[in-house]
């Protein structure tokens, strides 16, 4: 009734159409006006991720998609599928404005619209999707102006370990509660804001580079040996203390990197222009700039004063109490191999008590007016005095991160700087479960058809022999053994006994790592067909007696690459695998390199004779920062000689058209292949199975 009443609507539906084309109306359409789907199938298509609720202009928003290329056509229906997961509503609001928006961006644009959108869903922030989704013009205004961290972080990171000779990874910073721009350092990292808006692209592009230099210089400047006297002037004054501290701290590093870096200076002076800032340049006048001891000094000397008039600076940082308790820990770390006692062996002059007991810290900090002289006097705090809760933080943390269950570090190779950034990637091991509303795979006439002819390919394998000729023992008598025994006349007794034919079956000893690429690109009917084959596959494969093990990989950035398991090599095909089967589907992106090393040492624990790593992907390595083009292609490369060090045999089954253009620089000849026909893959991997284990 179901199949009837659908055939009704449709026919209904194509006679209205019929008499719209007949008045001129663009909904007449019935193929794509850019050789993509027709209004028809798109039709069913929207029907099936967003149901037949009669509420939805379906039918209208099939007509916009219909003026679409094909590509773009399932682009729009990969996102909606991302989008319907996160929120019906708004993948309704989405199909809106979809082909307009799609239209009037740039593809790198349209990706950050709607990589806001998830973000925003994702947070349970329905009020900035909205914003996002009905005025698509504003974010398209703001973007022309809008400098990204994503754009820039290769070259940040570069220019970091350039100044510094040491790697720090550059982050996401946490948005502010008010929004502001916000940047810190814990000297592990450099934490910078996710985009800048303030001035036009090119002075925001400049404004991220005075960020990173000024982190870079509080590195440079001990601005961490201030925690002690901050922690106890805070108790005394208040978070006043601190915010005052801050902007003194950012003057004092200014004036270090006026004399180090003069280039940047006029950089800085060039943003204090549009701001408009009234710079106090006499501010720091007879006092060595080079300590933090003169910033809290004069943070001491100006606290209480009426008439001091400070600066708001476009690019002052965030000064955090826990993060400088870990940046001093990691200091003392790299200088010092232990530090037993902390307060062992300190001068007693430098704890000066003699001071003002309103500022804080007697200990550490007096103020300038008290000293006979006028000149600054600050006493450094105890080499590795650090409070013991965000030292008992620290190695937790530390802890955590080589111990977190199912989480693994991998290394990844730096074309540009030709070395490995060490525990660069974060990869983490997910077991996924179908919802309700995944069904197990379909039993069509043609997979049986496929696995009607796996299985007398396998057969085959199975049944293969191999004939060994003038043995000692064996099955039959080998006529030709004998023969040439009986007429051989210089014979003798040994030659009669090797005259029998031995049946020698193989002897398989193989063990095989299908690595399935489940990035965003491979949804809809790729995704179908790569489950059928895994399914085929295992339910085959076990006729064998081969050890074999399934993993899907994905990622979104190198923090989150991910490796699903489908089937390992210690457990036997089951309901269970064919649960996880029914499991797979697109996720992100295709960071490759972490995924094989990772793959790579679960195969390499396995002891048998014949190991061989076959991936499965649609596509180049390519993730959402610098690892795409050349950088993506290098590390993966690197990553699959890794495997071939190992004894493994990597081979890459691929969909891309343009595989041709890097594969062979991958992985050498005979060593990939390419699939024009998706709908051959199960048969094609089998194919190329059987050739690969005889």
């Known amino acids: 009734m179901w199949l009837l009443s659908r055939l009704v609507q449709i026919y209904t539906r ?44 379906l039918i209208d928003y099939a007509n916009k998609m219909a003026k679409l290329s094909h590509p773009l056509q399932l682009y729009i229906f990969e996102q909606i599928n991302w989008l319907s997961d996160l929120s ?86 946490e948005q502010t509660s008010d929004q502001s721009v916000a940047f810190y350092t814990d000297h592990d990292a450099l934490y910078l804001p996710n985009s800048i808006q303030l001035f036009d692209k090119d002075n925001n592009l400049r404004l991220y580079k005075v960020m990173t230099f000024h982190l870079i210089s509080q590195i440079q400047q001990h601005s961490e040996q201030a925690l002690g006297q901050l922690n106890e002037a805070i108790k005394y004054h208040g978070e006043g203390f601190l915010a005052l501290f801050s902007t003194i701290e950012t003057l004092r590093i200014d004036q270090c990197i006026q004399h180090d870096y003069p280039g940047i200076w006029r950089e800085i002076s060039q943003l204090n222009t549009l701001t408009a800032v009234t710079y106090p340049e006499e501010l720091f006048a007879g006092q060595d700039i080079r300590t933090v001891q003169s910033s809290l ?39 010092a191999p232990l530090i037993l006692n902390p307060t062992k062996d300190v001068d007693e002059s430098l704890l000066d008590t003699t001071g003002d007991p309103r500022i804080a810290d007697r200990g550490y900090l007096r103020s300038v007016n008290n ?28 802890t955590v991160k080589h111990h977190e269950k199912g989480v693994f570090y991998y290394r990844e190779w730096d074309t540009s700087l030709k070395k490995y950034r ?12 179908p919802s309700d509303a995944v069904a197990n795979i379909e039993q069509t006439q043609a997979l049986r058809h496929a696995e009607y002819k796996i299985r007398k390919t396998f057969d085959k394998l199975i049944n293969d022999q191999k004939f060994m000729r003038a043995q000692a023992d064996g099955d039959e ?3 030709d053994a004998w023969v040439s025994a009986r007429t051989n006349p210089r014979r003798d007794s040994d030659d009669f006994q090797n005259v029998y034919i031995r049946n020698n079956r193989n002897n398989r000893n193989i063990a095989i790592m299908f690595a399935v690429d489940l990035s965003g690109s491979t949804s809809g009917w790729k995704n179908e067909m790569i489950k059928q084959s895994t399914w085929l596959l295992c339910k085959t494969l076990a006729r064998l007696g081969d050890q074999y093990a399934v993993y899907g990989f994905s990622g979104s950035g190198r923090k989150q690459c991910e490796i699903f398991p489908v089937k390992t090599f210690n457990e036997a095909y089951s309901a269970a695998v064919d649960t996880r089967i029914s499991a797979m589907k697109p996720h992100q992106y295709t960071r490759m390199g972490a995924a094989i090393r990772h793959l790579s040492t679960i195969l390499g624990k396995t002891t048998a004779k014949t190991r ?47 595989g041709m253009d890097y594969l062979p620089y991958m992985l050498g000849s005979n060593r990939y292949q390419l699939i024009t026909d998706i709908g051959q893959l199960p048969i094609q991997i089998s194919t190329i199975y059987k050739q690969l284990t005889t």
């Open 14 to 57: 194509k006679r209205t159409w019929a008499q719209s084309r007949k008045s001129g109306s663009l909904e007449g359409r019935q193929t794509g006006s850019s050789g993509g789907m027709s209004t028809t199938e798109l039709l069913i298509r929207l029907e099936l991720v967003m149901g037949q609720d009669g509420k939805l202009p």
């Open 88 to 173: 019906y509503t708004h993948a309704d609001k989405f199909l809106q404005i979809a082909p307009e928006a799609l239209t009037a961006m740039e593809q790198k644009e349209y990706q950050r619209w709607l990589s806001q959108i998830k973000q925003a869903l994702t947070g349970n922030d329905s009020a900035s999707a909205d914003a996002l989704l009905i005025d698509y013009q504003s974010f398209l205004s703001l973007s022309d102006k809008t400098a990204y961290l994503s754009d820039i972080t290769y070259n940040l990171e570069k220019l970091t370990y350039s100044l510094l000779k040491q790697e720090l990874v550059i982050h996401e910073a």
């Open 297 to 335: 000094h004069l943070t001491a000397s100006l606290l209480e004063s009426t008439d001091r008039v400070l600066p708001t600076l476009s690019y002052q940082p965030v000064f955090n109490i826990d993060l400088m308790a870990k940046a001093q820990r990691l200091v003392h770390q790299r200088r």
């Open 371 to 398: 000293n006979q002289d006028g000149s600054s006097v600050l006493a450094s705090p105890p080499p590795g005095w650090i409070p013991a809760e965000a030292a008992q933080q620290e190695e937790e943390e530390v």
């Open 422 to 433: 060490q525990d660069w990637c974060k990869l983490k091991e997910i077991v996924e479960l």
């Open 477 to 479: 008598v080998d006529i």
């Open 612 to 658: 061989i790593l076959f991936v499965l992907t649609d596509g180049r390595p390519d993730d959402l920062d610098s690892y795409r083009g050349q950088y993506g292609v290098e590390d993966t490369r690197i990553a699959l000689n890794e495997a071939k060090a190992l004894s493994l045999k990597p081979f890459v089954l691929t969909f891309d058209k343009e």
